[in-house]
């Protein structure tokens, strides 16, 4: 019973990850350039890593074989208080973004205000990975490198 449950859990998951291929696809040829041309890609690479996540573990994969991050093997000193700065300043960021919506902050300023953000964001990422790259070259984290230059370059594109 619980074999059948996740067999139809994966199906619904490839479904999906389908489904949002085919949106992703539809976004890209439509012309009009709104945000759902930046939105749907991320949901459909949510999708479909989470459907490889679940197909890994049904095939008896413990993630520890096959993550891509080496915080997992061991803890550090300074590993519990990156993730809580880190941790710290995404939920600073919610809050700030909730606090410019209900503010009286003109609409044009908010948006240069979150382009700004992601781009800031954005080039931390990229200088991050650098820097992780330079100092453990990995197939894996050159590839993490050139996604984190591609979202540098696309949030250039927003100013």
């Known amino acids: 019973m ?8 994966l199906s619904l998951k490839l479904l999906l990850s389908f489904l949002f291929g085919v949106l992703l696809l539809a976004e890209s040829i439509d012309g009009v350039n709104d945000v759902s041309d930046w939105a749907v ?5 949510l999708m479909f890593n989470d459907f490889v996540v679940h197909s890994q573990v049904m095939k008896g994969k413990t993630p520890l074989k096959w993550t891509l991050s080496e915080r997992i093997k061991g803890p550090s000193d300074k590993v519990p208080l990156k993730k809580m700065l880190m941790n710290v300043f995404i939920v600073l960021m919610l809050l700030g973004s909730f606090a410019l919506e209900l503010s009286g902050v003109d609409a044009g300023v908010r948006e240069e205000i979150f382009k700004g953000g992601f781009v800031l964001w954005s080039l931390f990422f990229l200088v991050s990975n ?12 050159l590839v993490v490198t050139n996604i984190a230059f591609f979202l540098f370059v696309g949030s250039l594109t927003l100013i």
């Open 2 to 9: 619980v074999t059948l449950a996740r067999n139809i859990s």
């Open 130 to 141: 650098i820097y992780h790259l330079r100092s453990s070259f990995k197939l894996s984290r």
């Open 41 to 45: 890609p991320f949901f459909f690479i």
